[in-house]
């Protein structure tokens, strides 16, 4: 995708302004990531990255990968990104 449409509701809903700050940030960052790869919102089999992968990749930390939050969460090897625009990708 060469751009990304939030709709303003995700931005204002109970799971996003619950996060922390730095989930929030990171979610921002795996979802720009989702888009530019326009993999649904899935980032397959990245459980094994290193920290420096992730850096790299993504622009987050894998420690950042681990907050509990609800706009991003592990699903086996996989990391799921909540909201993903899959209807504009």
Known sequence: M???KLELKIIRSQ????SEPAARATWLNLICF???KENGGV???CKGW?????QQVCGV????TRIK????AWEGKDLVVRFY???TE
Do not use: G, N, Q, V
């Not at 930390?61 to 950042?64: I, R």
């Open 2 to 4: 060469e751009w990304l």
């Open 15 to 18: 799971e996003y302004l619950a």
């Open 34 to 36: 989702c888009a530019d």
């Open 43 to 45: 980032i397959e089999s």
């Open 50 to 54: 290193k920290c420096r992968m992730w």
């Open 61 to 64: 930390t894998l420690e950042e």
């Open 69 to 72: 939050c609800h706009l991003y």
């Open 85 to 87: 625009p899959t209807k």
